[in-house]
């Protein structure tokens, strides 16, 4: 277990540059199914694989997408309702965000090549919730980086004062390139 646990963040991307989705997928599945993987490594295998398997439906076929992008979404909706309390929750909810982003990008851009108004309705509809969920995040953190205690470190596992600015300043560029989309 410890192997699987600390496989590299890097190793992973390396599978996805080379489309073995299947391969980082199950890796991924498998370190979660383990009950005793601390909750912060939990959150950084549950961004991995709603990355990896947003990027696998990218490189799909239309047929095989909507599943791929549904299952990339629910990874991290079972995170958020398992550990509501994580520290690691707000990054968790920003791949959550980014996905739907990516999804609606690649109907928007789906939709100049197949000319079907349906199809770019769908694209705008998935790119509204995108939008909404980067608002709705960016007030959560602006509430947590209110409740950081002034000068003092944050606790074990506790997004740091600089870390939660980082993320609003992140979640600031990703909302307007959802409303340019």
């Known amino acids: 277990l410890d192997e699987m ?3 590299p963040r890097s190793v992973l991307e390396g599978l ?3 489309r073995l989705f299947e391969l980082a997928e199950k890796h991924c599945q498998d370190v979660l199914a383990d009950s005793r993987l601390d909750e912060h490594r939990r959150a950084e295998l549950t961004i991995e ?3 990896t398997l947003a990027q696998h439906a990218i490189e ?3 047929a095989d997408q909507a599943a791929l992008w549904r299952r990339a979404r629910a990874v991290v909706d079972e995170f958020a309702q398992a550990h509501p309390q994580s520290p690691q929750l707000l990054v968790v909810r920003a791949q959550g965000a980014l996905t739907a982003l990516l999804q609606g990008e690649e109907g928007r851009e789906a939709a100049q090549f197949d000319g079907r108004r349906e199809t770019l309705e769908e694209a705008r509809q998935i ?3 995108a939008c909404d969920q980067l608002r709705k995040l960016q007030a959560d953190v602006a509430a947590a980086i209110k409740r950081q205690p002034r000068g ?4 074990q596992g506790q997004l740091s004062t600089a870390q939660l600015l980082s993320l609003e ?3 600031r560029h990703e909302l307007s390139r959802a409303l340019m989309n």
Do not use: K, N, T
Request: overall charge positive; glycine content about 0%; charged content about 25%.
């Open 5 to 7: 646990l600390e496989f």
């Open 16 to 18: 996805r540059q080379r």
């Open 49 to 51: 694989l709603s990355r």
């Open 60 to 62: 799909s076929s239309p």
């Open 127 to 129: 790119l509204r919730v």
């Open 152 to 155: 003092a470190s944050p606790a």
């Open 169 to 171: 300043m992140h979640l």
